[in-house]
T-cell receptor, first 112, second 107 residues
Framework: DTAVSQTPKYLVTQMGNDKSIKCEQNLGHDTMYWYKQDSKKFLKIMFS???????INETVPNRFSPKSPDKAHLNLHINSLELGDSAVYFCASSQDTQETQYFGPGTRLLVL | KNEVEQSPQNLTAQEGEFITINCSYSVGISALHWLQQHPGGGIVSLFM???GKKKHGRLIATINIQEKHSSLHITASHPRDSAVYICAGDYGNKLVFGAGTILRVKS
C-alpha cells in the first residue's frame, strides 16, 4: 500500500489553463505539505496544513490554492498556469510538525 | 544566501570508500533532516536528529548544535548509494532545504 500518493504523476498543459494535483496519505498523519522542486532540483516549501488548517503559506502566488477536505487529503489547485510553474511538485505528510516526513512520488508539471 | 548550505555539490567516489557530506545552517533549528532522492525522483527520509548521532546500516548522521553543523557519512559505499542527498533544517512548521549533494559511486 502506498503511504503517500499523488495524481497525476505527469501533467502537460498549456499556459493559462487551470489544473489540480491530488495528494492522499494513509498513514493517519495530522500534517501535510506541498513542496516545489525547480529545474535545478532545489526544494522549497509551499504550504503546510495541520489538522486541515493552513499553517504555512510561503509567499506562493495566490494562483495556487491548497484545499484539505479531510486530514488524509491535501490537493493543490493552480489557476492560470505560467511557464515558470513547470516543476516537480511533492506532497508529504508527518505525524505532527517537527516529525519525520514521508514524501509522495512527485507530480511532474510541464507548462507549454 | 540560503539558510542551509551543503557541501560538496558533487561527489564521485570509488566503491568501498568512506563518504562525508556536510551541512551547515545559519540560525537555530529544532531538528535537522537528511533526505535521499533516488535517480528516479522519489524522496526518502533518512534521518531526523536534534542532537548527537544516529546510525542506520551503513549510514551515520551527526549534528553539532553549537557549531550549527551536521554530517552524513556513508561507510563502505556502493554504487546503489548513488543519489542526491539533501539536508534540511526544521524550523518548526517548515523545512528549509540545502541545494543537495549529487553522489556517484563507481564500481
Amino acid at each position: 500500500d502506498t503511504a503517500v500518493s499523488q495524481t497525476p504523476k505527469y501533467l502537460v498543459t498549456q499556459m493559462g489553463n487551470d489544473k489540480s494535483i491530488k495528494c492522499e496519505q494513509n498513514l493517519g498523519h495530522d500534517t501535510m505539505y506541498w513542496y516545489k522542486q525547480d529545474s535545478k532540483k532545489f526544494l522549497k516549501i509551499m504550504f503546510s496544513y495541520n489538522n486541515k488548517e493552513l499553517i504555512i503559506n510561503e509567499t506562493v502566488p495566490n494562483r495556487f490554492s491548497p484545499k484539505s477536505p479531510d486530514k488524509a487529503h491535501l490537493n493543490l489547485h493552480i489557476n492560470s498556469l505560467e511557464l515558470g510553474d513547470s516543476a516537480v511538485y511533492f506532497c508529504a505528510s508527518s505525524q505532527d510538525t517537527q516529525e519525520t516526513q514521508y514524501f509522495g512520488p512527485g507530480t511532474r508539471l510541464l507548462v507549454l | 544566501k540560503n539558510e542551509v548550505e551543503q557541501s560538496p555539490q558533487n561527489l564521485t567516489a570509488q566503491e568501498g570508500e568512506f563518504i562525508t557530506i556536510n551541512c551547515s545552517y545559519s540560525v537555530g533549528i529544532s531538528a535537522l533532516h537528511w533526505l535521499q532522492q533516488h535517480p528516479g525522483g522519489g524522496i526518502v527520509s533518512l534521518f531526523m536528529l536534534s542532537s548527537g548521532k544516529k546510525k542506520h546500516g551503513r549510514l551515520i548522521a551527526t549534528i553539532n548544535i553549537q557549531e550549527k553543523h551536521s554530517s552524513l557519512h556513508i561507510t563502505a559505499s556502493h554504487p546503489r548509494d548513488s543519489a542526491v542527498y539533501i539536508c534540511a533544517g526544521d524550523y518548526g512548521n517548515k523545512l528549509v532545504f540545502g541545494a543537495g549533494t549529487i553522489l556517484r559511486v563507481k564500481s
